[in-house]
């Protein structure tokens, strides 16, 4: 009886062992938690009560094909990155940029989508191009969305005294167009959205820098990092990122 008694005690333990392994690589059970901060159209944004754009439908299909349901997390763009480290979130999607701090706390996707860093001015602003913010540090103070690329580049490159942060894109363009700052670096797509929004403005021809955007991981959940990068892969290799992308961007 004692053999028998321990054989399928041993026999129970081996059967739970694909369980205990199912669980880890999946956080939330039947869930692909996404955190996100919808105000970068059209990557995300609110539409009619939900939030829809290129991430939103990218997280989707990877969602989809690992037999999950997405779940969208709004929140303030600078918890993503801590959402996904923490637990809180299995993946950070918000046009996020791989940058040496970020990796330094969550694991980054290949990457899906190539970004531009604007520049908004006022039609008349004497700031022509990149360049002339770069020779003239102290003339101008820039707007920037807070822990962007776009705050980490220009505080990096203009000194963090010449920088004005704000909680969301649009509330730096409303203190351009009123007259706080000297101009906004942001993601190209959606400054098209906000000068098409405020007559009198304009992105400048140079950019102010091209970058790649990348899904965020937990360090601390390699099955589910490589899941989710396989899904991502092919969604690539078979067209269907790139169908999403043009769908909401339009050749010029």
């Known amino acids: 009886m004692k053999k028998i008694l321990c054989f399928l005690l041993a026999a129970l333990t081996l059967l739970a062992l694909p369980a205990c392994g199912k669980k880890a690589t999946y956080a939330n059970e039947g869930y692909l938690t996404m955190a996100t901060n919808a105000e970068f159209p059209p990557y995300e944004y609110h539409d009619g009560g939900f939030i829809?754009?290129?991430?939103?439908?990218?997280?989707?299909?990877?969602?989809?094909?690992?037999?999950?349901?997405?779940?969208?997390?709004?929140?303030?763009?600078?918890?993503?990155?801590?959402?996904?480290?923490?637990?809180?979130?299995?993946?950070?999607?918000?046009?996020?940029?791989v940058t040496p701090d970020r990796q330094a706390v969550v694991d980054f996707s290949t990457s899906y989508a190539t970004g531009v860093q604007a520049i908004i001015v006022p039609e008349n602003s004497p700031i022509a191009s990149a360049d002339d913010l770069f020779n003239n540090v102290g003339?101008?103070?820039?707007?920037?969305?807070?822990?962007?690329?776009?705050?980490?580049?220009?505080?990096?490159?203009?000194?963090?005294?010449?920088?004005?942060?704000?909680?969301?894109?649009?509330?730096?363009?409303?203190?351009l167009v009123a007259n706080k700052i000297d101009c906004v670096v942001i993601d190209n797509e959606p400054a098209k959205a906000f000068v098409q929004a405020n007559p009198g403005l304009k992105i400048l021809e140079t950019e102010y820098i091209t970058e790649d955007y990348a899904i965020a991981t937990s360090k601390s959940n390699t099955p589910l990092t490589e899941a989710v990068n396989k899904a991502l892969e092919e969604l690539i290799a078979d067209g269907t990122v790139q169908s999403i992308v043009d769908k909401y961007i339009t050749a010029e």
């Open 139 to 175: 003339t101008y103070h820039v707007g920037v969305q807070l822990t962007t690329t776009g705050d980490i580049y220009c505080s990096e490159d203009l000194g963090e005294e010449n920088v004005e942060r704000y909680p969301k894109g649009a509330d730096a363009v409303m203190a």
């Open 52 to 97: 829809v754009g290129i991430d939103a439908e990218v997280a989707a299909a990877i969602a989809k094909k690992l037999g999950l349901e997405l779940k969208i997390e709004d929140m303030e763009f600078d918890s993503v990155i801590a959402a996904v480290q923490t637990g809180k979130a299995d993946i950070g999607m918000a046009g996020l940029t």
